[in-house]
């Protein structure tokens, strides 16, 4: 057999094991893309800096803000313990004059709940049930405490719990070269915490507002911020994240 053909049956019989990895290799590379940063250039535990951090606010919507909202009374008592509308409001203004981006994060609903993603199960099913944060409504408003100002960044496309999933948030985050998100909002066991824990296995650096955020009970807030917010980011009151800023 002429050595040509020898070399070119040689090099036919790697091609499977040769197409096989280049599979796993992209199977991997796709698996990675869920990641921001790469395991060498997470930013978890890294030092605060203004220009690269984000404070994110998650639903400071009349549903849950004030009287009238479906859910204002099923919040108000952990609410009022915090104090957390006027925290989250006077942060705000003091982050914006720091340099530090301003993130809102909204939900809204069609009327007929056909955008909502799992609408006939747990909290999402309530949601369409009792037709809570109905796009174009009054209830779906932001309060007027912590309406938008020029040059924040209003995430579109919250339809779920987790804010990072169908949205820009992603998209936003890396455009405006953010390492830092910062969280605060509603529910702090449900919605709080499903992104606290996407931006966590993201890379992103982590940090979860204690006195900044709300629930249905004082006993799940507390299971919260003492529990779980601990193994997923780094918790801190709003006084102690002012004194970063």
Not at 114 to 129: F, Q, R
Request: with cysteine; net charge negative.
């Amino acid at each position: 057999m002429p050595a040509v053909a020898i070399l070119l049956l040689g090099s036919l019989s790697y091609a499977p094991a040769l197409v096989g990895r280049a599979r796993a290799e992209g199977r991997a590379a796709a698996r990675m893309a869920d990641r921001v940063f790469s395991p060498d250039q997470a930013k978890g535990g890294s030092a605060i800096n203004k220009a690269k951090t984000a404070l994110l606010f998650i639903e400071y919507q009349n549903e849950f803000t004030t009287e009238g909202g479906k859910l204002h009374d099923a919040v108000k008592g952990t609410m009022q313990e915090t104090g957390m509308l006027e925290k989250s409001a006077a942060l705000a203004t003091k982050a914006r004059q720091a340099g530090v981006k301003i993130f809102h994060a909204p939900i809204t609903f069609k009327p007929d709940a056909s955008d909502n993603p799992n609408k006939n199960l747990g909290i999402l099913g309530g949601c369409a049930a009792d037709a809570l944060f109905t796009e174009g409504t009054w209830n779906a408003e932001f309060h007027p405490m912590m309406a938008p100002a020029p040059g924040d960044v209003i995430v579109k496309g919250k339809k779920g719990l987790d804010a990072f999933p169908g949205t820009d948030l992603e998209e936003q985050l890396v455009a405006n070269g953010i390492e830092t998100v910062v969280l605060g909002g509603f529910l702090t066991n449900c919605c709080v915490e499903s992104t606290m824990r996407t931006a966590y296995e993201k890379g992103f650096n982590v940090v979860t507002l204690t006195d900044a955020t709300a629930t249905t009970t004082s006993e799940g807030q507390a299971a919260a911020t003492g529990g779980t917010f601990g193994m997923f980011s780094k918790p801190m009151t709003v006084a102690e994240f002012e004194s970063e800023l």
